[in-house]
């Protein structure tokens, strides 16, 4: 069975550069969730998205930007990278109003900021 | 506001010892899901169980068994005749149903680090 894709699988930045990470959910899901679990921490929502809407936001710093598209794979933009942004990014998604509201996670980025 | 509380931080237990590891939560809904997933060294989170607020019968999946207890508000999860294999950091969360309807947000424990001494 398909699962939830993330790309890429490693990032390596530079202090103040860009990165995109981006989510391919399961197919008719149409809730994606981000998390960003740092080293040794648990993971910490930061945004959703239910059908190509914002739909709950958590604490996502300002210099992060996401979005769905209408294919509903979502994209998380970090801008001005500091050396705290290094984490494992999860992607999530579920389909809203089954009865199985299982949250089904994808393999994560690991995002290395130098 | 929804918290999830897991107490120990870290577990070490010799191959084949039982163990259980606990998990309290708070939330003000009615209606709720509580989740178990497994990290392991790899990174990936892996689903172990969910349970509705509403069904508090207690479920057995092989060697894994968990004890659900609304009113002590807990929901604790025990491994029977540990093995290598189980060593990881396990996660209990908790997810309650949004504005929309729909179930938003899992919040998450701050992890229980089990080692299984062979």
């Known amino acids: 069975a398909a699962g939830v894709i993330q790309s890429p699988r490693h990032l390596i930045k530079e202090k103040r550069e860009t990165a995109t990470l981006k989510c391919y959910p399961i197919p008719r899901h149409d809730t994606v969730y981000w998390y960003q679990q740092g080293p040794g921490q648990d993971p910490q929502f930061l945004i959703s998205f239910y059908e190509k809407m914002q739909s709950d936001k958590g604490s996502i710093p300002d210099r992060f930007s996401a979005q769905q598209f209408s294919d509903y794979h979502s994209e998380l933009n970090m801008s001005s990278l500091e050396l705290g942004d290094s984490a494992l990014y999860f992607c999530a998604s579920r389909k809203r109003g089954e009865t199985d509201e299982k949250l089904f996670f994808g393999s994560g980025t690991q995002l290395s900021v130098l | 506001a929804q918290k999830v509380t897991q107490a120990q931080t870290e577990i070490s237990v010799v191959e084949k010892e039982d163990v259980t590891l606990d998990c309290v939560y708070e939330t003000r809904d009615t209606t709720y899901y509580l989740f178990w997933y497994k990290q392991p060294p790899s990174g990936e989170l892996v689903f172990l169980i969910r349970?509705?607020?509403?069904?508090?019968q207690n479920e057995i999946s092989g060697r894994y068994s968990w004890n659900f207890q609304k009113s002590t508000s807990s929901f604790n999860f025990t491994i029977t005749a540990s093995q290598v294999v189980d060593s990881a950091v396990y996660f209990c969360a908790l997810s309650e149903r949004g504005k929309g309807g729909g179930y938003q947000k899992v919040t998450f424990g701050t992890g229980t680090k089990l080692q299984v001494i062979p």
């Open positions: 349970r509705n607020s509403f069904d508090e």
